[in-house]
């Protein structure tokens, strides 16, 4: 018997409502979790369409791949995001063709403006850095991945990782610094 | 000297970038947390590229939309009728994206932020794949053979003149070539790091097929083989294959057998630079010159001074206390017994500087890098390595700096000349020189010195603004111009016998060949800041016609941009507004081009004619790259069918 005093107990006993198919409860499990994943998907993406798409694909397979969840509830919301950030580095990986109508390496060398339009933020700067970059940059500096965990994911090497950050780093600073 | 010169100058931004990811108690004990504790300017950057992550985890980006649930709730039910499917077809390149075991959907799930390799399996899956190697690799006399290697040769210790026997188990995507060919890089006695990372080798010989699937090639050493770093790459140089971050190394010996000094202090000169680039790379080399010389001459001050971690169980901050502890006492040592002497080599002054560096000892450095001068001049390590020991001091501000430093002047010039080092630095090496001996300058030389040495920088002051982008003083920007000239003259024809080895960042001729179209955008600015509105096209136009790979869809946008500014300048306000309409074609997801577009052409700007012929070229853009992309598909079908 589930208290409502047991946070471990109502979590259990909503995951297993999920997993059979309660809509209420995949309800419930999407307003808990859903900005979460939608956010780590569109920073990923860099598109809020891709990264609905994402989301929703995430939640609809939610049922299944929960099953196999075995976890404490403390391990769930790094769980459910680490399915997020494979599916939208899947959704990154089956949109690079659109990216590739510029010069790949645009990022890499920025000229001065005095023009103060020209001035970007952080997300137009993000933008501007390759698939490569923004992804390890990303899972680096937001998603808290290990470089290992990351050349995991992305099958490169552990150098090749932090090269990468680095290069990153570097482009986003020259980015925003040569746009003030 | 490179090393010498790695420690005198700043942190480099890559080295602060690994910095800033360590953990401020790691990270103080570190040469490059010792330097930021003292520099402001370093400091700065630092503060810099934490700020980065810090503004974007702050980035305020909103949460899913209200209607998603909706469309969640459809799809799962499986009713939707107007909303799309979730995806059930994986796109066709999804296995590069396969995810890690640990992230799919199991009972156990490991945070992101804990987890850690399960030692035990580890080691039996090492051990099992060692057992695999020798049985392998019969003869197991590859310097290789303590671990696994794609790429084994024997002897394990070729010597100078004699021949080196590959032999090379192919990567999947090297597999079915009727040959390949065996690049590389040899390391000179004296050698420095980035003069051998360069992005193309020699040809060393041709890998043949031998009936197991794997590749063999013998190859005739030079008499004055000292080591070689070695790669893999198909004829036509698409592919390449190396160990990792690194290329698979080959060490000397000597003709009676023993292990040969001077192949490992190279060796170990070499793979240092790059272990203090990127440190989580070092301890996995498979071949550590730096061991080998403590256990070979452990006599010579150059293992322990090269070495830049102690082995062993417990944590890696516990070995690092232990690494300073034992080389501490190592170096006192060596300082008893080599001090007194007044017959030291330029290797072993040198060495003993390194060694000080090693173990963070800043007055050591000043004294062995101040001796090596004074006793060697004549060797160009003793520059970098005095440019070292002075920002060194600089760094701890004793009284009277300025005296401190000055007379030294003197020493740097004599070695300038007596060195040669006109002839001998490499590109590279000029580069930091522009930050540390001219800084030194800057801030202690009287004008006279400073104007002697002023000529001597050029080069690399041309160089710096080539990596850094436009310089906008006219004076520096003619210096950089000539580089941007000569990029631009550039055939990016890959000279024959030469071979890229750059495992990411593009093939030789790709980035050469935007290398140009960037050269001839920077050109163009220069130009129309100079009021020569005509070339400024000229330029322009070279840099959109220039050949590009395969991406030949549009360009860089500034490359627009720029035939935009030398058109306006010419008043032809209509091809400037063709220009800017693909500038921002090419980027819709930026709104800040579309509004310097509005604000270059002022009253001229038409906003919805604007909006639609910039609608028009970017589906254009999108048809065309969607071609290129159904092309490059079919060609590597066709590659992995032959």
């Known amino acids: 018997m589930t208290s409502r005093a047991d946070p471990a107990g109502v979590f259990r006993a909503r995951l297993e409502r999920v997993q059979a198919g309660d809509m209420v409860a995949l309800g419930e499990m999407f307003a808990e979790y859903g900005d979460e994943v939608f956010r780590a998907a569109a920073r990923l993406t860099g598109s809020r369409a891709d990264a609905e798409d994402v989301t929703q694909e995430l939640f609809v397979r939610l049922p299944t791949a929960a099953r196999g969840f075995t976890g404490s509830v403390a391990q769930f919301p790094g769980w459910i995001r680490r399915v997020a950030v494979r599916q939208a580095l899947m959704a990154v990986r089956g949109g690079r063709r659109r990216r590739e109508v510029s010069v790949d390496r645009v990022a890499s060398l920025t000229m001065a403006s005095d023009n103060p339009l020209d001035r970007l933020t952080i997300d137009a700067a993000l933008e501007r850095l390759s698939d490569e970059h923004r992804t390890v940059f990303l899972l680096k500096e937001v998603e808290g991945y290990a470089h290992t965990e990351i050349a995991e994911l992305l099958g490169i090497s552990t150098a090749n990782s932090e090269v990468r950050l680095h290069r990153a780093r570097r482009q986003l600073r020259e980015l925003l610094r040569e746009s003030r | 000297m490179m090393n010498a010169l790695m420690y005198a100058m700043h942190p480099t931004f890559d080295e602060l970038s690994a910095f800033a990811d360590l953990s401020d108690v790691g990270g103080k004990k570190t040469r490059v947390g010792r330097h930021v504790s003292r520099c402001a300017r370093c400091r700065d950057t630092l503060e810099d590229i934490r700020a980065l992550g810090i503004a974007v985890r702050a980035s305020s980006s909103e949460g899913a939309p209200s209607g998603l649930w909706h469309r969640i709730e459809r799809a799962a039910r499986g009713n939707s009728v107007s909303q799309a499917e979730p995806r059930e077809t994986l796109p066709p390149d999804a296995p590069e994206w396969e995810i890690a ?297 004793p009284p009277q700096l300025a005296d401190s430093i000055r007379p030294w002047f003197v020493t740097l010039d004599s070695i300038y000349s007596l060195a040669r080092l006109d002839t001998v630095w490499s590109v590279r090496d000029a580069y930091m020189t522009t930050n540390g001996i001219s800084s030194l300058l800057s801030r202690y030389a009287d004008s006279v010195t400073i104007r002697a040495w002023q000529p001597r920088f050029e080069g690399a002051r041309r160089l710096y603004f080539w990596y850094w982008g436009f310089e906008p003083s006219a004076q520096r920007r003619k210096l950089a111009e000539r580089d941007w000239l000569r990029a631009a003259s550039s055939s990016c024809v890959r000279p024959a016998g030469k071979f890229s080895v750059a495992r990411w960042g593009g093939d030789w001729v790709t980035t050469c060949q935007r290398d140009r179209v960037f050269a001839f955008t920077f050109l163009s600015q220069a130009r129309l800041l100079d009021g020569d509105a005509r070339s400024a096209r000229a330029y322009a136009d070279s840099a959109l016609t220039a050949p590009l790979g395969t991406s030949n869809c549009a360009r860089y946008f500034r490359v627009y941009e720029a035939r935009a500014n030398a058109n306006l300048a010419l008043g032809d306000t209509a091809a400037a507004r063709a220009d800017l309409v693909l500038a921002v074609a090419i980027w819709p997801q930026d709104g800040a081009r579309r509004d310097s577009a509005s604000a270059l052409l002022g009253s001229r700007f038409n906003a919805s004619a604007f909006d639609v012929a910039t609608d028009s070229t970017r589906r254009a853009f999108a048809a065309c790259a969607s071609r290129v992309d159904i092309e490059r598909r079919a060609a590597e079908r066709k590659r992995s069918m032959q």
């Open chain 2, 101 to 397: 075991p640990s992230l799919r959907p199991t009972g156990f799930v490991a945070s992101p932020f804990r987890a850690r390799p399960v030692r035990w399996l580890i080691g039996v899956a090492a051990a099992v794949i060692v057992v695999g190697a020798v049985l392998l690799w019969p003869n197991g006399r590859s310097l290789g053979a303590a671990s696994v290697s794609r790429l084994t040769f024997s002897p394990a210790r070729p010597v100078p003149g004699g021949i080196l026997s590959v032999r090379y188990q192919p990567v999947s995507w090297l597999k079915g070539q009727p040959r390949l060919v065996l690049v590389g890089s040899s390391i000179g006695s004296r050698e420095v790091g980035y003069r051998i990372a360069s992005s193309l080798s020699d040809s060393i010989a041709s890998l043949q097929p031998s009936p197991d699937g794997s590749f063999e090639a013998r190859v005739r050493l030079p008499n004055d083989f000292v080591a070689l770093q070695l790669a893999v790459s198909d004829s036509a140089s698409l592919e390449v294959d190396t160990d990792g971050y690194y290329r698979w190394l080959v060490i000397g010996g000597t003709p009676d057998g023993r292990p040969s000094l001077v192949s490992f202090r190279a060796s170990a000169e070499v793979y240092r630079a790059f272990g203090d680039l990127n440190r989580s790379v070092q301890p996995r080399q498979r071949v550590d010159p730096a061991d080998s010389l403590k256990r070979y001459f452990p006599s010579n001050p150059a293992g322990w001074a090269y070495s830049r971690s102690q082995p062993g169980s417990g944590s890696a901050f516990s070995r690092l206390v232990a690494f300073f502890r034992s080389s501490e006492r190592k170096y006192l040592s060596f300082h008893e017994a080599l001090w007194p002497r007044t017959d030291l080599s330029a290797d072993q002054l040198h060495d003993m500087y390194v060694f000080a560096n090693t173990i963070s000892e800043p007055g050591e450095v000043n004294r062995w890098a101040g001796r090596f001068a004074k006793e060697h001049p004549e060797d160009p390590r003793a520059f970098g390595d005095l440019v070292d020991a002075l920002h060194q001091l600089e760094l701890r501000e």
